[in-house]
């Protein structure tokens, strides 16, 4: 069946540690994208790719890194500059024309600072 | 920036009622919307998507959409407590920066009281 994989489902952080979260998708979707949501908050997109090798930061990449090395992958790296990392992570992919199909999610990450 | 709001909630409604959850956007080139389901602890999942002003049912479910007042609205008729979710409101930007993509409102708590 096609989705998108995120993994692991729960993360510890340490302070000062960097982490990375996966995201794989099935769906041959060209579009990905990374979003925090803290409680009661909506989502916040945090970076986003459209093709392989290219990405644009949103509106809070302050603290995290991205790559998109392969049309599949979307790796999310929370680096020790983000001083507030606990939060849920949602991955999501579209085809091209996401705006008009909408996104699908992945299940998510729950990153805990410990 | 783009904005979505939505009443925050949350909206209690009894078993059967319906509930009507409402969301205002401020792109007035907006083109689709979109309506999902949040669960406690879950990722979202698209369960409707308008693009023409009226009215588009499916199901239980009716989305309502009026361009000219920048307003969407989600019915959902005879309401079940398995319907008791946050229900995120999403839009397409239609100009500048993050063209095409989606901003997402922060959502409306619904419990259905059985």
């Known amino acids: 069946d096609g989705g998108i994989t995120q993994s692991p489902k729960y993360l510890f952080r340490k302070e000062g540690q960097n982490v990375t979260l996966s995201c794989e998708q099935n769906?041959?979707?060209?579009?990905m994208y990374w979003y925090r949501q803290d409680p009661g908050q909506g989502l916040r997109l945090i970076y986003y790719s459209q093709i392989v090798n290219d990405f644009q930061k949103g509106d809070i990449a302050e603290g995290y890194s991205v790559s998109r090395e392969k049309k599949e992958s979307f790796p999310l790296t929370v680096t020790s500059a983000q001083k507030n990392p606990t939060a849920f992570y949602l991955c999501?992919?579209?085809?091209?024309?996401?705006?008009?199909?909408?996104?699908?999610f992945g299940s998510g990450t729950r990153l805990t600072v410990v | 920036q783009k904005e979505v709001e939505q009443n925050s909630g949350p909206l209690s409604v009894p078993e059967g009622a319906i509930a009507s959850l409402n969301c205002t956007y401020s792109?007035?080139?907006?083109?689709?919307f979109f309506w999902y389901r949040q669960y406690s602890g879950k990722s979202p999942e698209l369960i409707m998507f308008?693009?023409?002003?009226g009215d588009k049912e499916d199901g239980r479910f009716t989305a309502q959409l009026n361009k000219a007042s920048q307003y969407v609205s989600l019915l959902i008729r005879d309401s079940q407590p398995s319907d008791s979710a946050t229900y995120l409101c999403a839009v397409n930007n239609s100009s500048g920066a993050g063209s095409y993509q989606l901003t997402f409102g922060k959502g409306t708590k619904l419990s259905v009281i059985p």
């Open positions: 769906l041959n979707h060209d579009a």
């Open positions: 999501a992919s579209s085809p091209g024309t996401g705006w008009v199909t909408g996104y699908t």
């Open positions: 792109d007035r080139g907006s083109q689709s």
């Open positions: 308008i693009y023409s002003n």
